[in-house]
């Protein structure tokens, strides 16, 4: 019903919505099949394929659940050579193999529904499973010869194409998930629950008969409950304690392993020389509680990866060409002088020279600039640009491990952990509190010294139990795991919580141009000259569609007007232009050179048109402005010093001046190695705590080297480099209120502090007085804990309340 | 033998029960993957629906 509905409302505004992928198009260009309507054949393919093999329960799910299908014609070839793919499966035999793949397209139930069917389609599969939130398909299939390089293609075909990097073969085996932690948080929540039920009793029927004759019984399964929580669920703290300590560190570790071990041997020693019931039930729930604040702390997005180097972008394998024959060899195996095929859309794996084939070449990996660069026959071309137009022969003049992009990833910056020079506002303040733990254990114990010997012993431990800083440690976890939850709801991805505690100390930011203050998806596209009419645009729409020229094609997107005539004497040539007559009237689209004839240079992208050789005009390509970047500028210059970083020329200087405030530093042609010394001379010599925005891999240095690098991205399921936190670009102007929010939050755990510090002088009073009997510390301190994190908890959704609009 | 020590066995057995079956189901990587399954269950009535349907137009189309 929904469907027909759709089609009758298409038909009257004489648009169509394609019943494959929801794009909507023009009469002129639909394509029907089976009373359906497509904007394109391979959406029809799509649509064909399913519909042969009964699977329109597609198109039932949801609507217009599909993409168009890539060409990948040889793409995959390198997949019928078998020791590629064995590097890829996750398991095989002689007769089955299971490999998991990354589908980034994967986004609705559709797509599920559609994936795991695949065994109607390929009778080779047995059976696949679909990750909705890792993207991932993992495949069971037959062994046989060819077998994954059929079913590569037949996903692509079908417009869901894996994406298959170098980064699956190195890592395959290291993807083991941990779930160490989980374990013992299981270990000790049972430990908990089933001491609080066993302990419960002596708490309030101390000198009952029928207690007294079992007593002996409960503490010693208490004991018994509390050795798996002592020694294996709590045994990170001990061991970070003990780093720490080596280190000359007071971190927060210490006091908490210090009240756990005083914790157990007390209560211990009061079971075996009967004096009470020790306190191994708070025991459990610290160690619980102090565990549960652990896994709410850890990340949580599945899909998003904050590691990628230039693996993840590079192709597994490359067409080599040897006596003209063509074979698949890994990118690691190849050589100096190696002849390679680079097909469409391929990138180059290796520093080459261009041997032959229109290079049209795009660096936005490498260098952020997104107008693709076109090189002639014996031209140097990097590693990392993707070819645009037809097929390249390249000639390889380094080896990989030597080509430019990947030394810029031998800089030291990637091989270091921010986390471990990094200091964190528990443990600044554990310091000081462990020392006062110290002092006030020694005071009062000195004091009952000279009293009774025996409660002096009880007064320390009772101290050193009581001040174990369980609410302390709750608070950062808490605070900045939910913070983390509440970032990632308005698509602002950190990596982990220590970057929100790094982001309120910035003072300084840095931003990227391109990719980052302009968008990608739009260019501003201008005409100047005289005016165009009619039939001359739908005729210049008829000739653009000819030519697969990334600038051909932008252009043809932005006229989208009827196609009426057909082109008769079609001419592309290569790096200048096409022309081609329509009705008599001889058209020439292309570069000032081709056609007007002046060999002057203009700095911008421009595309010149004329008409049986008058000029008419020139429609000229600019990158735009994201919306609402000046008064972004103007919020946050009140608080931070900002620079703009840009590795283009400085053509865009007077627009940029004009759109951002006046003090701030724009610096231009900066290479990925001036990026990262620049950061590194701030930070050493003016001592400025730097926040960078960026988008390529150009940027990847900087991002690594600054406090806290963000990757700004259009669609998060694209890959970024390496960074600390991504960002989607429709919330890069809400930068300023992330800012603020990570500073408030650090105030959230401050006042937290508080609290938890009246918790403990409540505590103390007992425990000086030599009054902290074992049902004070069951109630203290689990009420601390949970009263802690309710507080957080509410806090933090309290000052995030405003992001929502 | 005092009835509290059976009680205790038991209720020790069922908690250590559900822990290890809850550690069984980590390792089985049950909790890997949290939304796909909520999915892929309504998909089978779906399936059901529509192949039954198949065999009906197609008998009637060879009767």
């Given amino acids: 019903m929904k469907l027909s509905d759709i089609c009758t409302k298409s038909l009257l505004v004489n648009k169509h919505t394609c019943f494959h992928c929801g794009i909507e198009h023009n009469e002129s260009e639909t394509i029907i099949s089976q009373q359906k309507h497509f904007c394109c054949n391979g959406c029809k393919t799509v649509f064909e394929i399913l519909n042969e093999n009964d699977l329109t329960c597609y198109y039932d799910l949801e609507n217009a659940p599909g993409k168009i299908p890539e060409e990948i014609k040889g793409k995959y070839d390198y997949l019928a050579n078998p020791q590629i793919v064995e590097k890829l499966l996750e398991f095989e035999d002689e007769k089955t193999a299971i490999i998991t793949l990354h589908i980034p397209y994967i986004h609705c139930s559709s797509c599920i529904w559609i994936l795991e069917n695949l065994q109607r389609l390929n009778s080779d599969i047995s059976s696949s499973q679909v990750n909705f939130p890792k993207k991932t398909i993992r495949i069971i299939y037959s062994n046989k010869e060819n077998a994954l390089k059929n079913i590569v293609e037949l996903l692509s075909s079908i417009g869901y194409e894996p994406y298959i990097s170098l980064e699956n073969v190195d890592n395959n085996n290291l993807k083991k998930k941990d779930n160490s932690l989980i374990y013992k948080i299981a270990v000790a929540g049972f430990a908990f629950g089933n001491s609080m039920f066993i302990s419960f009793p002596e708490y309030f029927e101390v000198d009952e008969f029928w207690l007294n004759q079992y007593k002996s019984l409960f503490r010693w399964m208490l004991f018994f409950f509390s050795l798996p929580v002592v020694f294996y669920a709590a045994n990170n703290y001990f061991s970070s304690a003990i780093k720490g300590l080596k280190k000359g560190i007071l971190n927060i570790d210490v006091p908490i392993s210090l009240g756990i071990a005083v914790l157990f041997i007390r209560s211990t020693v009061e079971i075996i020389f009967d004096f009470g019931q020790g306190y191994f039930d708070s025991l459990s729930g610290l160690v619980f509680f102090l565990l549960l604040g652990k896994f709410f702390q850890q990340s949580t997005y599945n899909y998003l990866s904050f590691e990628r180097d230039y693996k993840s972008y590079f192709p597994i394998a490359v067409t080599k060409i040897t006596n003209l024959k063509e074979e698949s060899i890994q990118i690691q195996d190849l050589e100096k002088g190696d002849r390679l095929l680079i097909r469409n859309q391929e990138l180059i794996p290796i520093d080459s020279i261009l041997i032959n084939g229109n290079a049209m070449i795009d660096y936005s990996f490498v260098t952020g600039e997104v107008t693709p660069v076109h090189k002639k026959s014996g031209d140097k071309i990097f590693a990392g640009g993707k070819q645009l137009d037809g097929i390249l022969e390249i000639e390889a003049i380094k080896t990989m491990s030597q080509s430019y992009l990947t030394q810029l990833w031998s800089n030291d910056v990637f091989a270091k952990n921010k986390e471990d020079n990094f200091k964190s506002i528990t443990d600044s303040i554990s310091k000081n509190f462990t020392i006062a733990v110290l002092f006030i254990a020694t005071i009062s114990g000195g004091y009952w010294f000279f009293i009774d010997t025996a409660i002096a012993i009880n007064v320390i431990t009772a101290v050193l139990i009581i001040a174990c800083p369980c609410a302390i440690a709750l608070s950062a976890p808490f605070t900045l795991g939910n913070m983390l939850r509440i970032f990632g709801r308005h698509k602002f991805y950190l990596k982990n919580a220590t970057v929100i505690e790094n982001m309120a100390k910035i003072n300084s930011l840095i931003f990227d141009k391109t990719g980052t203050l302009t968008s990608t998806l739009t260019q501003q596209i201008t005409y100047e000259e005289s005016e165009l009419f009619k039939s001359e645009k739908q005729d210049i729409t008829s000739i653009l569609k000819n030519s697969n020229h990334p600038l051909s094609r932008m252009l043809y997107d932005y006229l989208k007007t009827d196609i009426t005539s057909t082109v008769s004497n079609f001419n592309e040539i290569l790096g200048k232009g096409i022309e081609g007559t329509i009705n008599d009237n001889h058209y020439k689209i292309g570069s000032k050179k081709f056609v007007i004839g002046k060999t002057q240079n203009d700095d911008d992208t421009a595309v010149y048109i004329s008409i049986n050789s008058e000029f008419k005009g020139r429609f000229s390509f600019q990158n735009q402005y994201r919306k609402g970047i000046s008064g972004m500028f103007n919020k946050l210059t009140r608080y931070f010093k900002l620079t703009v970083l840009s590795g283009d020329n400085d053509g865009e200087k007077q627009n940029l001046e004009k759109l951002l405030p006046k003090n701030i530093e724009l610096i231009f042609n900066q290479k990925p190695e001036n990026k990262l010394s620049f950061i590194d001379s701030k930070q050493q010599n003016s001592n400025e705590k730097i926040m960078m925005f960026g988008d390529g891999l150009n940027d990847a240095g900087a991002l690594a080297q600054s406090n806290v690098g963000v990757a700004v991205s259009e669609n998060i399921n694209v890959f970024s480099p390496a960074c600390d936190a991504i960002i989607d670009a429709s919330v890069f102007t809400k930068i300023p209120q992330f800012l603020k929010l990570a500073k408030q939050s650090i105030n959230v755990i401050k006042w937290s502090f508080g609290l938890s510090f009246i918790y403990n002088i409540i505590g103390l009073y007992f425990a000086v007085t030599g009054q902290l009997s074992p049902i004070i510390a069951a109630i203290l301190m689990p009420l601390s804990s949970i009263s802690i994190v309710l507080f957080v908890t509410l806090m933090t959704n309290f000052i995030s309340r405003k992001l929502k609009n | ?63």
């Fill in chain 2, 1 to 63: 033998m005092s009835v509290i020590y059976v009680l205790i066995t038991v209720s020790l057995a069922l908690a250590l029960v559900f822990f290890f079956i809850f550690i069984k189901s980590v390792k089985s990587g049950q909790f890997d993957d949290t939304y796909t399954p909520s999915v892929r269950m309504l998909f089978d009535d779906e399936v059901k629906n529509k192949s039954p349907k198949k065999s009906i137009t197609k008998t009637k189309l060879n009767s």
